[in-house]
Each structure stands twice: as structure tokens, then as C-alpha cells.
């Protein structure tokens, strides 16, 4: 059974930081892809960074510069680090672990909120 422990979601102003952690069990951990992403009310799901099995990151346009995603393989866990948070910021974010072999096995966790706001 595969499970995604989500946390550090919470309440922050603009301009503070927050650090999201995903902690998958029933995986190994090292060969799957994970990524971020989140949904905003009213809004579709968005991928907001991802890393390889080997380490390479992608992030989307909207949180260059501001967000960097990590894995420790010897931990098991995925940080988002998250700084000069804007209110535009503010959705549900989730995580998702993923991997492909002869079809995609991916699993998500149950998303931790996110509000940026004075």
C-alpha cells in the first residue's frame, strides 16, 4: 500500500517562506520521479516543479527563482522550499511520486493548504 505523508502547509505573509516535505512509504523511494504541484480555487491542477530519480529539476515559469524542489533518497522525502511568497501562491499543493515501467505507476498524496496572506 502506497502513501504520501504530506506536511508543512500553513498560513504566511507575503514575501515569508514555508517548506513543503512528502514522505512516500510503500515505494522505493529512489527510483521514482516526484513532483509538486498544486490547485488554486477555480483552477486546474499545475505542476509546479519536479525531479528526476537522478536529481535533474524542472520548475514552472511562475516560481523560477523563488522555489527549489530536493529529494534525500536516505530519507525518503521530497522538500519544496518556498520563498517570496505571493497571495497568487496560495492553493492547495500535493504531492506526487511516478515512475514508468511498460506503463506509469503514479501515486499522490491528499494535499496540504497553502495561504499567503497579510
Known amino acids: 500500500q502506497v502513501r504520501l505523508a504530506e506536511s508543512g502547509g500553513g498560513l504566511v505573509q507575503p514575501g515569508g517562506s514555508l517548506r513543503l516535505s512528502c514522505a512516500p512509504s510503500?515505494?522505493?523511494?529512489?527510483?521514482?520521479?516526484m513532483g509538486w504541484y498544486r490547485q488554486a480555487p477555480g483552477k486546474q491542477r499545475e505542476l509546479v516543479a519536479n525531479?528526476?530519480?537522478?536529481?535533474?529539476?524542472t520548475y514552472a515559469d511562475s516560481v523560477k527563482g523563488r522555489f527549489t524542489i530536493s529529494r534525500d533518497n536516505a530519507k525518503n522525502t521530497v522538500y519544496l522550499q518556498m520563498n517570496s511568497l505571493t497571495p497568487e501562491d496560495t492553493a492547495v499543493y500535493y504531492c506526487?511520486?511516478?515512475?514508468?515501467?511498460?506503463?506509469?505507476?503514479?501515486?499522490w498524496g491528499q494535499g496540504t493548504q497553502v495561504t499567503v496572506s497579510s
Open positions: 506526487k511520486a511516478y515512475r514508468y515501467i511498460t506503463r506509469l505507476f503514479e501515486y
Open positions: 510503500g515505494i522505493i523511494f529512489k527510483m521514482y520521479a
Open positions: 525531479i528526476t530519480s537522478g536529481g535533474t529539476t
